[in-house]
């Protein structure tokens, strides 16, 4: 369950966060440009947290599985992960209202089954459909099936559960990200019980 003292601290966890990928960045040659920070729930605030304060190294990609909702589906931008935070932001959105967040805040959001009560999961009040984010993108990178989502006109779309298809197919989650390839947008894809 989270905590206020929790979400409190998920900004001073992106700012240790941002120090220690300087600190590599500056002794270690690490290179930022070719990095991914990948948080799920909390965890996807923390690397938002850390990409703003990294700014002049600008992170390649952020992955936000499952962002965690309240309370920072009442925050601004600045208070939470959003667009900007790195060069591309992807959020792997499955427990919308619940314990994930409401709202698209990536520069591209996929929505699995529409964001809500994943194949698998028989209870909403639990962490199933949460954590699925996890498991999506662990998919994303070990499968030899890609993720294809349907581009969706608007979130209402996601809302109502139906997808008005607008433009190109995009692959949710996999390496290489999907930086510079122009995916930009509100995603919708099926997803099945057991794995590809």
Known sequence: MLTPLAAANTRTAGSKLASFIQYLAANAKLDVNNTYLIGQSLGAHIVGFAGKLIQTLKINTIFGLDPAGIPFNTAGPNDRLNIGDGSYVETINTDVGVLG???????????????????????????????????YFGESIEASVDFYAAQCSAFNNIIFRDCNETGPVAYMGGEPSNYDRGVNSIYYLPINSDPP
Not at 106 to 134: E, K, M, V, W
Request: overall charge negative; hydrophobic content about 30%; aromatic content about 8%.
């Open 101 to 135: 967040s409401d709202m698209s805040i990536g520069n591209a959001s996929f929505f699995p089954n529409y964001g809500t009560l994943q194949p698998g999961c028989i209870d909403p009040t639990t962490l199933c459909s949460h954590a699925r984010a996890n498991v």
